[in-house]
């Protein structure tokens, strides 16, 4: 059993029949994300639970080998070699853990959406669809995939119909903009359905994306 994973919640203003488990990115934490809640501008009736974890500290290769949270080490910036197998299997199962316990808070996993932005993402693209249950939707935001090859063999029919939603900028220097398209193309390969957005910005998350995502959310938990 791996180590529990510490996060941050954002309670809704009624009681909680859904949840976001969303995934930051390298070097960041649970409060990197947790502002963006208010301006999804939800209604004041909104039953959405938000759930924003923290990834554990772990050497990270690209960075000089400094200790940072992850939720995987990087050894290259390549896309084939980027992510850690490993890392990528073990923060997965982490979260499998945080979906369980929302599960056991009584909420349907066909009420959750598993979210996360660049490593987050990574993450997110390679859990949902391996998943043995469906979720209400996937979100991958400024992101790419591990080990995309394996997908068709890996993945379960489950969430073969889950709304994916993908952005990214056009100026991005971190995630390259064909590292998210090739996201897209492999996600499409394997049979899901994609929503794909992209916009003129960087490594980060502008208010357009994020009217996007308000959107999105509330179509697949309405």
């Known amino acids: 059993m791996s180590d529990k994973l510490d996060f941050l919640e954002v309670a809704p203003p009624v009681e909680a029949d859904a949840t976001v488990i969303w995934l930051h990115g390298l070097g960041d934490s649970g409060h990197g994300f947790a502002p963006i809640v208010p301006e999804l501008k939800l209604s004041n009736t909104h039953s959405i639970r938000f759930i924003f974890p923290h990834a554990p500290m772990r050497n990270v290769t690209i960075n000089n080998g400094l200790a940072m949270p992850a939720w995987y080490d990087i050894r290259s910036m390549e896309l084939d070699k980027r992510a850690d197998p490993e890392g990528v299997a073990e923060s997965a199962q982490q979260v499998v853990e945080l979906i369980e316990a929302e599960i056991s ?13 660049s490593q987050g993402g990574v993450i997110a693209l390679h859990l949902g669809p391996r998943l043995p249950y469906q979720l209400a939707g ?55 359905a994609v929503e794909w957005h992209d916009f003129m910005m960087q490594h980060n998350v502008c208010m357009e994306e994020i009217q996007v995502i ?6 697949q938990l309405n």
């Open 138 to 192: 996937i979100m991958g935001l400024s992101t790419y995939m591990s080990e995309p090859e394996k997908l068709v063999a890996e993945k379960t029919s489950a969430n073969q119909q889950t709304p994916i939603l993908l952005c990214h900028g056009r100026a991005d220097e971190v995630v390259p903009f064909n590292f998210g398209q090739q996201a897209k193309m492999w996600l499409e390969t394997a049979g899901f």
């Open 214 to 219: 308000s959107t999105w959310i509330q179509k």
């Open 105 to 117: 808070r009584g909420i349907r996993p066909e009420r959750i959406i598993l979210a996360g932005f």
